[in-house]
T-cell receptor
Framework: EPEVTQTPSHQVTQMGQEVILRCVPISNHLYFYWYRQILGQKVEFLVSFYNNEISEKSEIFDDQFSVERPDGSNFTLKIRSTKLEDSAMYFC????????????FGPGTRLTVT | KQEVTQIPAALSVPEGENLVLNCSFTDSAIYNLQWFRQDPGKGLTSLLLIQSSQREQTSGRLNASLDKSSGRSTLYIAASQPGDSATYLCAVLYGNNRLAFGKGNQVVVIP
């Protein structure tokens, strides 16, 4: 069965550095998402992406965040200047519109900001 | 704003007992509801999806019900096993196709 993949599985970075988290969505899915989960807290919606543009973003998704689909297969989340509070698990997800809008999640990238 | 609440936050049961996990949501204008399983430090595995027009969905030992008008869903796990130990997350799809999650039910099945 097709899967959403994410790289790296774990990223450690220093405060103020830029990071790029990568996702390869399931090929025939059209909606892509980023969610994050701070340790011990709920999974939170960050942004949705459809037809090569942002469909919706949450209040968390401020100017330090950006998303793009640079080559038609990868879907990336960039954090420009990381803060300690950005430490979290970041999940990429895609939606199968042909299967009752079921969302499929990748394994996540654990981001640690020191 | 859609708020999802799950109770109990944590529970332990002896192997073989049935599990009942509850989820409530504040806005009944949802497209569907998904139950996920999350193991410690891992990703989310979809267990069941219930469309807003459906009342329940079953997969093996798992059964999920949905009462959209009252904003409630229940996940039943029959004859629990130690391998069922995990956190179970409830999420509703609403608005512009975004998911709102509960904090989860952390389950421990004691052999």
């Amino acid at each position: 069965e097709p899967e959403v993949t994410q790289t790296p599985s774990h990223q450690v970075t220093q405060m103020g550095q830029e990071v790029i988290l990568r996702c390869v969505p399931i090929s025939n899915h059209l909606y892509f998402y980023w969610y994050r989960q701070i340790l011990g807290q709920k999974v939170e919606f960050l942004v949705s992406f459809y037809n090569n543009e942002i469909s919706e973003k949450s209040e968390i998704f401020d100017d330090q965040f950006s998303v793009e689909r640079p080559d038609g297969s990868n879907f990336t989340l960039k954090i420009r200047s990381t803060k300690l509070e950005d430490s979290a698990m970041y999940f990429c997800a895609t939606i199968n519109m042909g299967r009752q809008y079921e969302q499929y999640f990748g394994p996540g990238t654990r981001l640690t900001v020191t | 704003k859609q708020e999802v609440t799950q109770i109990p936050a944590a529970l332990s049961v002896p192997e073989g007992e049935n599990l009942v996990l509850n989820c409530s949501f504040t806005d009944s204008a949802i497209y569907n509801l998904q139950w996920f399983r999350q193991d410690p430090g891992k990703g989310l595995t979809s267990l069941l999806l219930i469309q807003s027009s459906q009342r329940e969905q079953t997969s093996g030992r798992l059964n999920a019900s949905l009462d959209k008008s009252s904003g409630r869903s229940t996940l039943y796990i029959a004859a629990s096993q130690p391998g069922d130990s995990a956190t179970y997350l409830c999420a509703v799809l609403y608005g512009n196709n975004r998911l709102a999650f509960g904090k989860g039910n952390q389950v421990v099945v004691i052999p």
